[in-house]
């Protein structure tokens, strides 16, 4: 069993849509940002860093895994799907899931701050972010008019980027006239397993502290 932990973040979002995909069973313990809970010594131990998500594989030693984009290369090699084994098909979708690793995630995170949290506007901050945001953007959409996918086929760089592209609006930053990145994002709202990922945990005003939801293979206590 995985044991994840999480919130109703677009990070977190990746790894229970992989899960969602790959049939999985898990457990969700969704962990209160707010209080701090994230810095506790017990979670410490399973993520030295203290961010959300990590994971604990109880079928495999008790091995706890940290970083989103190493819990999706975990799952993906733990049940051979979503990331090909070797040679120039696994490095197209490891150099798209660290695309959004290291440039769609931090340039995205830093708009929704100074756009939507920092107490000060800044200007010269919100447009750089968006603009950078944007610019990757366009690296995706140049990239989705020469595949149906990100690696080639479906694989965890699909998951990765999507579950922060689809919340550009957040981000105030426009997806208009990229024709690529819009159907594949279409393509990718219509998948089941993206469809129920993005609802765990639920949205906090559905949420109730015994609800248990069964999807399939998956079991997720809240």
Known sequence: M?????????NGFKVTIALEELHLPYTVRVLDLRAGEQKQDWFLAINPNGRI?????HNN????????????VYLAEKTGR??????KARYAVMQWLMFQMGGIG???GQANVFYRY??????AAISRYQNESRRLFEVLNRRLGEAEWLGGDYSIADIANWA??????????????????QRWCKAME???????????????????PTDVLKTGQTIVTL
């Open 164 to 181: 922060w592209v689809r919340t550009h609006e957040w981000s105030g930053t426009s997806i208009d006239g990229l024709e690529h990145v």
């Open 190 to 208: 219509e998948r089941p397993a993206c469809q129920r990922g993005v609802q765990i945990p639920p949205p906090r005003e559905t949420a109730q």
């Open 118 to 123: 920092f107490p000060e506007k800044i200007p």
């Open 82 to 87: 979503l990331l090909p084994p070797d040679g």
């Open 2 to 10: 995985i044991e994840l932990f999480t919130t109703r973040t677009p």
């Open 53 to 57: 998500p990590a994971i604990v594989d």
């Open 61 to 72: 030693s008790k091995l706890a895994v940290f970083e989103s984009g190493a819990i999706l």
């Open 106 to 108: 931090p340039m995205m």
